[in-house]
């Protein structure tokens, strides 16, 4: 970059597109003279323009972690980041339907593929045409086999990509782009795995409970937390099966936490 960029926040970061002055043809070199504004922007790894995240997990192996997936939900929501789910290894068990099922009843896009088998990803790798794409879940769900799967042949000289990060010295602030075509890219990071999101207050988490959003009307009370006020439109969203109920009870338990640090916080 060229001299320093006057705030942080607009410091060149992975993801970003940018205006070059080229010094060097033959050697490729150049400065950057001007970052164009971010649609979306990750602090934390930092990373912008990342205009899809695909949270993986697995059947088995390890066995769905919902209360991390709806976490990751709410976070994504936040961020303004479209959220994929991907359920993997399907191979080992079909106990994946009802997960495949509420999530796409919220109106998601659920995934159910087996990375070990390429052709099962195609649907996922169509849906990474135009966009910046990040893999996000816990370790062993086989977001490294997905990535693969989805270059197939065309992997880049850097080789298996995600198990070079994996072993290597790499903390999580690593990010790289791969591209996949010209305007199809992933971010392979292993900082996405487990993030933190204590970015959103805990007043704002019905917000990023998307089938909660029409729901809230229902509510009596202007600033219903929908915990333990018994006129709330949430509460009868349950009863007339529009709203999960093992969903609802992961939004009470990440909204408790999402407290619990804001009272610590004084
Ligand atoms: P990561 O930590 O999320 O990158 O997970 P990996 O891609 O390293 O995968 C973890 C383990 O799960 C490896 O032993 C993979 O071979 C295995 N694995 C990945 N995808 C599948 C799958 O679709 N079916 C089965 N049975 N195993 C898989
Ligand atoms: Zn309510």
């Known amino acids: ?37 971010r649609k979306t922007y990750i602090k ?67 995934y159910a593929v087996s990375a070990k088998e390429p052709k099962t990803v195609e649907k996922l790798k169509e849906s990474l045409k135009n966009n910046i794409s990040v893999l996000a879940g816990n370790s ?52 996405f795995s487990t993030f933190e999101i204590t970015e959103i207050e805990s007043k704002d988490l019905d917000k990023y409970f998307r089938e909660f959003a029409e729901q809230i009307e229902n509510c009596k009370y202007v600033g219903c937390t929908h915990i333990k006020e018994t006129e709330c439109g949430i509460k009868y969203a349950i009863e007339e099966g529009k709203i999960d109920k093992q969903r609802y009870e992961r939004f009470c338990k990440i909204y408790n936490e999402l407290k619990e640090r804001e009272e610590n916080r004084w």
């Open 44 to 110: 934390r790894p930092k990373v912008a323009n990342v205009s899809q995240i695909i949270l993986v997990l697995s059947i088995k192996d390890p066995k769905p972690d919902l209360l991390m997936l709806d976490k990751q939900l709410a976070y994504a929501e936040f961020l303004g980041i479209e959220p994929i789910i991907a359920i993997n290894k399907i191979d080992l068990s079909d106990e994946y339907k009802e997960i495949e099922e509420t999530y796409t009843k919220i109106g998601y896009k659920v």
């Open 140 to 191: 062993g769900v086989g977001k490294s086999t997905t990535i693969n799967a989805i270059f197939g042949n065309n992997i880049t000289q850097e080789g298996v990509i995600s198990e070079k990060n994996k072993r290597g010295k790499n903390t999580t602030t690593d990010v790289k782009l791969y591209e996949i075509d010209e305007n199809s890219y992933i971010v392979d990071t292993p900082g």
């Open 1 to 37: 970059a060229r001299g320093r960029f006057k705030k942080d926040e607009t410091t060149p970061v992975v993801g970003d597109f940018v205006e070059i002055e080229v010094i060097d043809e033959e050697k490729k070199e150049a400065v950057i003279e001007k970052i164009s504004e």
